[in-house]
């Protein structure tokens, strides 16, 4: 069987995807406005030999429980919510090889001044930088930004695909390799005639820049993505290295890594070319008992009308007049798709009422809680692997930090053991760990043809 891999989730916020676990004693997570804490993260998640922390990300209030940010403001769903890219170099400077994956949405993005975030964190960080590309699902980020509502769902891809464009011409079109000289003794910093000013014209974004940034060692960063309806699917078949898949069991999850490997062949990539990591929460401890009993103790801070307002939010429904016993059934909004499959059509032998759901969400989020003694988890945990034909697991949070450093001190040493998980970091960028490959994005991948295609400018 195939070495499994872990990525932490996380977000710069109080609550992320447990609500009410930021009251229990043990609990870190108010420090989240503090340096400290990301730099005891990423310590633990690097000896942990974790291949990246994925820093999620929103641009508005969970606005759609009762129709107004009350809720998440006092519940801390989600919000307070503060800058991911700006942990990125704090968390590098302690660490050698844990990568960073962090959301930016590029509904509210200029691919200019993206592409030189970018750039720079990819320097800072000695290429282990990724980008989890999303589109958003707030309406009250729009709003934040300008608009009435967000753009609807399908022609946010299509408004991605082309920014998509002009971001990789930027990153591999503008600069040649070995434009930059630095040559002290020549005064001559960079090669003029290497240095490309490139343009786009389309109906959504102009451009006629040259990149700011010189080349960084990935140029492109790992690419990260997590739509999973249709014309997510095709967007993630076509650019992402990574992507994210969360749903509440194997029966959701299975088919669509399914989908997503058949849309990697219909794009013209090798089915195994993406890793996907699946969101889960794993609980555990020295024996079965304990680690029942540590469930049962977080269970007992989960804050029902936080979960609400995440799904809210999520799912695009104003939870606030239903009552929990009530079946949630699928509509289709501007939100996310697959949100709303999880609990509803995507596994046909599952009815959700409303408060099952929020139970479940309330720990870690939509996907599965592994809960059992070390190697419980961790053969649970690999047999779930198995059947879905995932590459790793996204690790989601119940206390802030013990359910990571669980992870790292038992569930790690018991997958070391079965030989499913490294004993030691690959060398490279967060690409040439990832994939065994060389730092920069390879053809068959359409960032490459924009590399290749330089001589042409
Ligand atoms: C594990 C996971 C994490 C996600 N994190 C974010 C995030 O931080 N910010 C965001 O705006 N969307 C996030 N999303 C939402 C996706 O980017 C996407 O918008 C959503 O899955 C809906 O896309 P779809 O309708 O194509 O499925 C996440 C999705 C998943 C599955």
């Given at each position: 069987m195939k070495q499994l891999r872990l990525n932490a989730f996380a977000m710069n916020t109080p609550v992320h995807q447990s609500p009410g676990l930021w009251r229990h004693p043990r609990d870190r997570s108010v420090e989240f406005n503090t340096i400290g804490l990301w730099l005891d993260l990423a310590k633990l998640w690097e000896r942990g030999l974790f291949d990246g922390v994925f820093l999620a990300d929103?641009?508005?209030?969970?606005?759609?429980?009762?129709?107004?940010?009350?809720?998440?403001?006092?519940?801390?769903?989600?919000l307070p919510t503060n800058d991911p890219l700006l942990l990125i170099p704090a968390m590098a400077a302690v660490t050698q090889n844990l990568g960073f994956g962090v959301t930016v949405s590029l509904s509210y993005e200029n691919p200019y001044q993206l592409a030189r975030r970018f750039s720079t964190l990819d320097h800072l960080t000695g290429g282990r930088v990724g980008w989890n590309i999303v589109t958003s699902y707030l309406d009250s980020a729009a709003r934040a930004m300008g608009a009435d509502r967000q753009r609807g769902h399908d022609d946010r891809y299509v408004v991605a695909e082309?920014?998509?464009?002009?971001?990789?011409?930027?990153?591999?079109?503008?600069?040649?390799?070995?434009?930059?000289?630095?040559?002290?003794?020549?005064?001559?910093?960079a090669d003029p005639d290497r240095v490309h000013v490139i343009r786009h014209d389309s109906p959504y974004l102009q451009m006629e820049a040259l990149h700011l940034a010189e080349p960084s060692p990935q140029r492109t960063p790992v690419?990260?993505?997590?739509?999973?309806?249709?014309?997510?699917?095709a967007f993630a078949a076509r650019h992402a290295e990574c992507v994210f898949v969360s749903g509440p069991s194997t029966a959701v999850i299975k088919p669509r890594v399914a989908r997503l490997r058949q849309a990697l062949v219909a794009a013209g990539r090798a089915p195994d070319s993406v890793k996907v990591f699946a969101l889960a929460t794993a609980i555990t401890a020295p024996t079965e008992a304990e680690a029942h009993d540590k469930l049962a103790d977080y269970r007992s801070y989960v804050d029902p009308v936080?979960?609400?307002?995440?799904?809210?939010?999520?799912?695009?429904?104003?939870?606030?007049g239903y009552a929990l016993d009530q079946k949630i059934r699928y509509i289709d909004?501007?939100?996310?798709?697959?949100?709303?499959?999880?609990?509803?059509?995507?596994?046909?032998?599952?009815?959700?009422?409303?408060?099952?759901?929020?139970?479940h969400v309330a720990i870690g989020g939509a996907g599965p809680v592994f809960v059992g003694s070390a190697s419980q988890v961790a053969e649970s945990m690999a047999a779930w692997a198995a059947e879905t034909d995932i590459d790793g697991f996204n690790l989601a949070y119940a206390v802030l930090p013990e359910s990571f450093t669980d992870a790292v001190d038992l569930l790690v040493p018991e997958w070391q053991a079965r030989g499913l998980y490294k004993t030691e970091y690959a060398q490279g960028t967060l690409r040439g760990k990832l994939f065994g490959q060389g730092a920069r994005l390879a053809a068959p991948h359409p960032a490459a043809g924009f590399r290749?295609?330089?001589?042409?400018i």
């Open positions: 929103v641009l508005g209030p969970y606005d759609v429980y009762g129709g107004n940010a009350r809720a998440a403001i006092a519940h801390a769903a989600q082309d920014f998509m464009t002009a971001i990789y011409k930027l990153w591999e079109q503008s600069w040649e390799d070995g434009a930059v000289l630095a040559d002290k003794a020549r005064g001559l910093y690419l990260y993505q997590a739509g999973s309806s249709p014309a997510g699917l936080g979960a609400l307002t995440l799904m809210g939010g999520w799912l695009g429904v104003d939870f606030s909004n501007d939100a996310g798709r697959a949100a709303m499959e999880n609990f509803t059509r995507a596994d046909p032998g599952r009815d959700w009422t409303v408060g099952q759901a929020a139970e290749m295609s330089q001589s042409a």
